[in-house]
């Protein structure tokens, strides 16, 4: 049993309302298509779900639907992608409001508190309609709005991963007073170096020891809290809420350079410490939500303040021209987003109108004695509309455009120390200082139509994502993805047009989806990897090609008797470059295709448990783009376990994930570890144990 608000199913838009109307309660499977409010390919993700299938973060929990994938970075962080499509080309919003950290890092996490999510939607295809710039892939909806019903309601989580030793805890409290309402979450995590099956890497060409076959200075830690204030009428609501993400997190020493060999920090001491190279984030969120509807009108007003503070630290050591610096603070980064959202929905006869304006500005500011990406800017307006009309009960249609005008503004960076040009010797720049002006037109179509058991959607859209100023304006060296990192001023925004088709199709026995998509690119804007070498390392520079891309996703499931349940999922992505110096290959780290098999005995005998097992199998990837090299496939096995009792009002759930269960070693073609010859996690058990009332 899953407890919502009725109001907790609406449309995850850019303004998410919940008003205070009688608690139902829905039955159903903790991950769900959703066949009602859009035409694009969505997923309902329950809050059972999150926590009986817990891997450590939250991306690595919900990689177990078709299309969506965790880009794993150290010891317990992760980046999610869809359809392959990751960093700046998805979306994630939290409550309504795009999360805006430092996006274009490859090696920090979302900097969300995953045990104060409620429930999750993943919308796959085209979403900028909603969401502006970035969403072209898709977006993340995630939501820890959920009121307390009761005058006092609360839980504890327990939870740990073998591999890495994590430990942690989070506890929730509601309390409910007539119309106000108060919530609040806190969670601590640490955990320590993760374990790899092999006892040796080669990083070029150097051979390194790995002791007890772990990586030395991936420990971590975090610590999360928020506080949600708020007043829900049967016609207005309002809600003010405040959280704060922290995280530290060691750099995999070997990898941030050959220099470690003449380190004099022990780094094989403990396996819980936290030695230079490290990073710690800090992201501040302020969001404000109020509505106000009656039977024809609903009014949404959103307004956010987010701060994300990121540095990286090393040991001070000479690179090229650069002298030894003073002290370890090599980055630093600290950005302001300011957001607004207005939204309108009306109700006339058979259409329900929606429209909306979104507003953001973005100030970053650098310091330390590294460059990658320069101060900058950014402003950004958009408004849009859309219409939903539904002229039987079996047809759904929509049709919506929307509007997007940006500025940025990049300053210009010179080099602290001098470089030598010619007979002289100067201070070389980085970064010109340059305004960019970006605008575009996009849209959405779609339909869907429901019969007996039948399903069926399709949606075509244009969407566009302006380029980011790492692109624009980044030159220097990335240390810990081991590449030198080149913008280019001259790229365009990107464009995007794609056409999703779902078929669903299900009964009380068996269901089965198919969902193909098509999706062309005039200008796809990528990090291409080079044969040359810049200041010892590999040279990666922004360029731009025209690229196709389609792939599918499938998924059918079976009720084999009373307690048994049969699935098997599988997705296939192919890119091609149809122009430029690259014409003809893939994209850099271009997913494989995989397939999942699995079968599930649930039963409800002292409350309700499960226990199933999973096979998961990748292919081979050999379709490359030079430098890149081949990526062997790989199969691994993987259980999962949960059960919960219920009494008096409360509950208390025990679940068990265990990942590779056979310590199997491969390599994942999406991580650049695999550059240095580090494969995956080895055998992974993780554990949480949770009390509800």
């Keep these: 049993m899953t407890h919502f608000l009725a109001a907790t199913a609406l449309l995850c838009a850019m303004t998410d309302t919940v008003i205070d109307i009688e608690e139902v309660t829905i039955t159903d499977h903790a991950v769900r298509p959703v066949q009602t409010h859009t035409t694009l390919s969505s997923i309902q993700v329950s809050r059972d779900y999150l926590q009986q299938n817990f891997s450590g973060s939250l991306m690595q929990t919900l990689q177990g639907i078709p299309g969506v994938k965790a880009m794993s970075i150290g010891s317990g962080q992760s980046k999610p992608t869809i359809r392959g499509l990751g960093f700046n080309r998805m979306a994630v919003a939290e409550d309504g409001i795009k999360h805006e950290g430092q996006q274009w890092g490859d090696d920090h996490g979302l900097e969300i508190d995953q045990f104060a999510i409620d429930r999750v939607e993943v919308i796959k295809g085209p979403a900028a309609l909603l969401y502006g710039s970035d969403a072209i892939g898709g977006v993340i909806c995630l939501y820890t709005n959920h009121i307390p019903t009761d005058s006092l309601s609360g839980a504890v989580q327990l939870f740990g991963r073998s591999n890495n ?3 942690g805890a989070s506890a929730k409290l509601g309390l409910r007073a007539g119309k106000l309402f108060c919530r609040a979450n806190v969670t601590v995590i640490n955990y320590g170096d993760y374990r790899v099956p092999t006892d040796s890497i080669q990083y070029y060409s150097y051979y390194i020891k790995l002791k007890d076959q772990r990586l030395r200075n991936t420990a971590g830690l975090e610590r999360d809290g928020s506080l949600m ?5 049967y016609k207005f609501h309002t809600d003010l809420r405040v959280s704060d993400s922290y995280a530290k997190s060691g750099f995999f020493a070997n990898a941030h350079g050959l220099e470690v060999r003449l380190s004099d920090i022990d780094y094989d001491r403990s396996q819980r410490d936290i030695d230079l190279p490290y990073q710690w984030v800090n992201h501040l969120k302020v969001l404000s939500h109020s509505s106000w509807r009656n039977s ?27 002298p030894k ?18 939204g309108l929905k009306m109700a006339l006869a058979e259409h329900n109108l929606n429209a909306g304006i979104n507003t953001e500005y973005q100030h970053n500011r650098r310091t330390g004695w590294g ?13 849009y509309l859309l219409d939903k009309w539904q002229p039987t009960d079996k047809l759904k249609l929509n049709a919506g455009m929307r509007y997007d005008f940006a500025q940025t503004h990049i300053h210009s960076y010179n080099d602290w120390y001098k470089t030598p040009v010619g007979a002289d010797s100067v201070f070389k720049q980085r970064s010109a200082d340059i305004d960019l002006t970006f605008n575009n037109l996009t849209w959405s179509v779609g339909a869907s139509y429901e019969a007996a058991d039948w399903v069926l959607k399709a949606n075509v859209g244009k969407s566009f994502r302006i380029p980011i100023p790492k692109e ?10 081991f590449r030198y990192e080149r913008g280019n001023t001259q790229l365009d925004p990107e464009v995007s047009y794609q056409l999703d088709v779902s078929a669903y199709w299900a009964n009380k026995v068996a269901s089965i989806q198919v969902e193909p998509y098509v999706n062309y690119f005039p200008n796809y ?75 599930k005995y649930s039963h409800k005998r002292h409350g309700e448990g499960s226990i199933g097992l999973n096979v998961h199998i990748v292919g081979k990837q050999d379709n490359i783009v030079p430098p890149e090299k081949p990526t062997d496939g790989y199969w691994t ?57």
Excluded at 313 to 322: A, D
Excluded at 371 to 383: K, L, R
């Design 165 to 167: 030793g994590q430990l």
């Design 296 to 322: 024809v009108l609903s009014v949404d007003v959103s307004l956010a303040y987010q701060n994300n503070r990121r540095e990286e630290c090393s040991e001070p050591v000479s690179h090229g021209y650069m």
């Design 525 to 599: 804007i990528y990090l291409n990897p080079t044969s040359l070498y810049e200041e010892g390392l590999q040279l990666y520079h922004y360029t731009q090609a025209e690229v196709l891309r389609y792939g599918v996703e499938c998924q059918t499931t079976c009720k084999i008797t009373r307690h048994i349940d049969a699935e098997l999922k599988g997705e296939y992505l192919y890119a091609e470059q149809l122009s430029g110096a690259k014409k003809g290959y893939t994209l850099p780290f271009s997913t494989p295709w995989s397939a999942d098999a699995g079968l």
């Design 229 to 233: 204030l708020g007043y829900a009428g």
């Design 637 to 693: 096995l993987n259980l999962s376990a949960s059960h919960r009792f219920r009494f008096a009002g409360s509950s208390i759930s025990l679940s068990l994930h265990a990942d590779n269960l056979l310590n199997k070693r491969y390599y994942d073609h999406t991580s650049y570890y695999r550059l240095i010859d580090v494969p995956e996690a080895g055998r992974n058990f993780s554990i949480m144990a949770g009390w509800e009332f």
């Design 325 to 342: 610096p003073d002290g370890p603070m090599e980055r630093h980064f600290d950005k302001s987003t300011y957001t607004a959202n207005i």
């Design 472 to 481: 624009l304006g980044a030159d220097g060296i990335n240390y810990h993805i």
């Design 371 to 383: 460059f990658i990406i320069p101060d900058f800017e950014t402003g950004s307006y958009g408004a």
